[in-house]
């Protein structure tokens, strides 16, 4: 089974600040999600990943496979963006759900 | 817009109870998915369905079974609530395997 660290656990940042959040998994992956998780449960998928790096707006991921490496950037951090990030790892279609492991998440507050 | 739909956000039940948590997609979605999220325990995945009447287990099956009669709907069933079993559900759904996951907005679940 996958082992999916993620780092830190918890952030605390002033607003503006760059912030980086990263994702390490064990064994080869199909894709790698990040998810946000605001106050009151909603979660949305930000971005998913297979090779190099996407962006939208002030947020940034980029995957490493060969280092099985992930991390999500945001720049000009602001307090909206205070949320848990989460990243998800999906193993090779086909591998049903031992193939699909979360990280535990980084609880991630922007402070004005 | 993409819609996942659980039939409660709040419940209570007894324990010893048979309860059903109901989710309904309306994007034609092959595949969806129940998770339970804990304190310092994140999302563990319960079960997945890749297709009507097709179910694999997760991380976390005992003391769960699930039902997928029709593409849209994707029901949760405990079989005899235990107390363990207080948590928030969340059912997602995606068109493929490793594409971006659409998020109900949970149910938080007590078992008295």
């Known amino acids: 089974k996958n082992e999916v660290e993620q780092s830190p656990q918890n952030l605390t940042a002033q607003e503006g600040e760059f912030i980086t959040i990263n994702c390490s998994y064990s064994?080869?992956?199909?894709?790698l999600h990040w998810l946000q998780q605001h106050p009151g449960g909603g979660i949305v998928s930000l971005f998913m990943?297979?090779?190099g790096k996407k962006k939208h707006g002030r947020l940034i991921a980029t995957i490493n496979i060969q280092e099985k490496h992930s991390s999500l950037h945001i720049t000009a951090s602001h307090p909206r963006d205070s949320a848990v990030y989460i990243c998800a790892a999906f193993g090779y279609s086909g591998g049903g759900a031992d193939g699909l492991t979360f990280g535990k998440g980084t609880h991630l507050i922007i402070q004005p | 817009d993409v819609k996942v739909t659980q039939s409660s956000r709040y419940l209570v039940k007894r324990t010893g109870e048979k309860v059903f948590l109901e989710c309904v997609q309306d994007m034609d979605h092959e595949n969806m998915f129940w998770y339970r999220q804990d304190p310092g325990l994140g999302l563990r995945l319960i079960y997945f369905s890749y297709d009507v009447k097709m179910k694999e287990k997760g991380d976390i099956p005992e003391g769960y079974s699930v039902s997928r009669e029709k593409k849209e709907r994707f029901s949760l069933i405990l079989e005899s609530a235990s107390t363990n079993q207080t948590s928030m559900y969340l059912c997602?759904?995606?068109?493929?395997?490793?594409?971006?996951?659409?998020f109900g907005d949970g149910t938080r679940l007590s078992i008295l």
């Open positions: 990943l297979s090779s």
């Open positions: 064994v080869g992956i199909s894709a």
């Open positions: 997602a759904s995606s068109l493929t395997w490793g594409q971006p996951q659409h």
